[in-house]
DNA sequence: TGTCAAAGTAATTACTTACTCACATAATGG
DNA sequence: CCATTATGTGAGTAAGTAATTACTTTGACA
């Protein structure tokens, strides 16, 4: 083992304080993640990350990145691997939940920034983040559409929406369990109902089969 | 219009603290929401908050209070309306639409609370809310099971997540749009493919119809 | 009407926050 | 090997934060 050098270069450490928030926020309220609480994580006085990022929200937005790029590079990879639009969805969702339950702070973190009252940059990218998410829901909903998997009539917005719900509906009651395999285990479960929306939506309420 | 006393008993204050926060939770970042904040808006000073509650966690749990007994006693009248149990169970998830429309702040609220890291009164409250709630949609959903309204085979557990779920979509919906006339529209358009799902689970994934 | 407890004020407390700065140390290229 | 620059330190700063306190005002009621 090497030993460790006392001075990195500013890209590795703006690396390590990101890692740092993702970590210190499975476990802490993002608020409460300080500068002093992120500089100890990385075993570095508070004022050395200003030697790296400018100001706080600079980091928020390093963290925003991090999770845009790999959240939405996991769901490509797994979506892309599926012919079957129905089956790219639920790999999609799995994987996303799968995520979640590597890094259980990033929900709350994306809910901390989107519900900041100003208009931070970080702020921004967690909103892109959303928007980038949804426009590949409704892409792959649209296709299953075309392919007639799913009735002509079914409402694509409304069927985006309602699987990103799915997805906090099981982060929330994460929150409250707190329990990782449970939360996986739902997921399928969930997926079950949610899967029958999507087939079998508009058809005749009553008399169902 | 009688001039404003100055001096008013300490539950009336308690009251107008209350309101106090849940008005400035719809357009503030709820970690945001100081003492000073609510001393403002209730035209008083910072240090006159603490004759009436001891500590700022006492005031959150005032806040719980209040949405617990409003939107439990809210979806309870709507829901004991409708004979059937479909039907209650969108009274209720209209309803609740309905309520965080009119109190914006309040899934921002419970979700800051939901995440506080130590065991604070407040956020056992909100944990009870939770609960309660998901208590009622699983007795209204084992009846509808029992009527043969939905398939046997439904599972109830995941049908209550998706519920709560389907709620929390729409709020980051309208945490990115802002728009409380789209959230009610979208909470009706969600509902179609939530209440086919009900309808559908467990049947062969194939060949819908 | 005078009294007195409840309610309000203004100033202050101890503490925390993001951010800065003068100075020290490590890495790197000529 | 030395000079330059990047990185790190430790001790600041100003601006908040929740909570306290000495003192004043109000209003109800004996």
Redesign the interface.
């Known amino acids: 083992m090497t030993p460790r050098p006392r001075h990195l270069p500013s890209e590795e450490r703006r690396a390590e304080a990101v890692e740092a928030v993702i970590r210190l926020a499975a476990?802490?309220?993002?608020?409460?993640i300080t500068t002093s609480a992120i500089a100890a994580r990385m075993k570095l006085t508070q004022g050395a990350l200003f030697r790296h990022f400018p100001t706080k929200d600079a980091i928020w937005q390093g963290v925003m990145e991090w999770v845009s790029d790999r959240l939405l590079a996991r769901i490509d990879r797994l979506a892309g691997a599926e012919t079957d639009p129905l089956a790219a969805l639920e790999a999609m969702f799995l994987g996303h939940v799968d995520f979640i339950a590597e890094h259980p702070g990033v929900p709350?973190m994306m809910?901390?920034q989107?519900?900041?009252?100003g208009e931070t940059p970080a702020k921004r990218l967690a909103?892109t983040l959303?928007?980038n998410y949804g426009n590949r829901l409704r892409r792959i909903l649209a296709a299953a559409r075309a392919e007639g998997v799913v009735?002509p009539g079914?409402?694509i917005?409304?069927?985006a929406?309602?699987?990103?719900?799915?997805?906090?509906?099981?982060v929330?009651?994460h929150?409250?369990h707190g329990d990782s395999a449970r939360m996986r285990a739902?997921a399928s479960?969930?997926w079950?109902?949610?899967?029958?929306?999507?087939?079998?939506?508009?058809?005749a309420?009553e008399g169902?089969?």
């Open positions: 476990s802490t309220n993002p608020e409460e709350r809910a901390g989107l519900q900041n009252a909103r959303v928007e009735p079914l409402d917005d409304a069927a929406t309602l699987f990103l719900g799915m997805v906090q509906g099981l929330m009651q929150l409250i739902d479960r969930v079950v109902i949610y899967r029958a929306g999507l087939l079998a939506a508009e058809h309420p169902r089969a």
